[in-house]
């Protein structure tokens, strides 16, 4: 059975109930069996998609303060040292993860320690992989205070179909490595900045799983 994540419930009970509706009105417009049969399977098909987007498997989390862990699902599409300009202002290793409509897109806390700054701005809606699309979308920014590792920034980052985020994270909050931090909607990014000269334990084109997959060590 599926495990479905409380922040689609309203989604999915509000497309029920629009599908259940077409499938009323096509039923009411036309004696066509096959037209009949055509809008309910593609009814089942719209929602089995729907379904599989908020689904939430079981996961046996890794916790390792030397480890910094996958945030999200997806797949490694940056890895390159910026000059970070909202929190730190100086140069970071920037890992950035594209999460595609088909990925988990519970996001999760690379480390432990305490929230010590938590923001949303609004923004626009580029395409994930567009350039700019961290600075100009959409996006959270949050940073964790880790005794390990020093302060981790990770970036929720809405895009072109992602207009919703969600952020659990709150400024003053003790949070547990792998414990949810937030959502984000139907396909997106996520940027983590790690300190100057952390060696990734990833590389571009990997596909990565969230609470599980190891992106960084201490050596």
């Known amino acids: 059975m599926i495990k479905i994540h409380r922040e689609g419930y309203t989604i999915l009970f509000v497309t029920l109930v629009i599908l259940f509706a077409v499938n009323v009105l096509?039923?009411?417009?036309?004696?066509?069996?096959?037209?009949?049969n055509v809008s309910i399977i593609a009814s089942l098909i719209v929602y089995g998609l729907v379904l599989q987007f908020f689904r939430n498997p079981d996961r046996k989390i890794l916790r390792d303060e030397n480890k910094i862990i996958a945030p999200a699902d997806g797949k490694i599409v940056i890895i390159e040292e910026v000059e970070e300009q909202e929190f730190f202002k100086d140069k970071r290793l920037q890992i950035?993860?594209?999460?595609?409509?088909?990925?988990?897109?519970?996001?999760r806390y690379p480390v432990s320690g305490k929230i010590e700054y938590?923001?949303?701005?609004?923004?626009?809606?580029?395409?994930?992989?567009?350039?700019?699309?961290?600075t100009l979308n959409e996006r959270t920014t949050v940073v964790i205070q880790?005794?390990?590792w020093g302060p981790i920034l990770y970036r929720q980052i809405a895009g072109y179909v992602a207009r919703r985020i969600v952020m659990y994270a709150r400024e003053g909050?003790?949070?547990?490595?792998?414990?949810?931090?937030?959502?984000?909607?139907?396909?997106?990014r996520l940027d983590i900045f790690l300190p100057p000269g952390t060696v990734p334990s990833v590389k571009i084109g990997d596909r990565i799983v969230g609470g599980i997959?190891?992106?960084?060590?201490?050596?």
Do not use: C
Not at 26 to 36: F, G, N, P, S
Not at 96 to 107: D, G
Not at 173 to 188: A, M, N, P, T, Y
Not at 213 to 219: G, L, Q
């Open 96 to 107: 950035s993860i594209f999460m595609s409509p088909l990925n988990v897109h519970i996001n």
């Open 173 to 188: 909050l003790i949070v547990r490595q792998g414990d949810e931090s937030g959502f984000i909607k139907f396909g997106s």
């Open 118 to 134: 938590a923001k949303h701005h609004q923004g626009k809606y580029l395409v994930a992989w567009h350039p700019k699309s961290s």
């Open 26 to 36: 096509v039923h009411w417009l036309t004696d066509e069996i096959w037209i009949r």
């Open 146 to 148: 880790n005794p390990v």
């Open 213 to 219: 997959t190891v992106i960084a060590e201490k050596r």
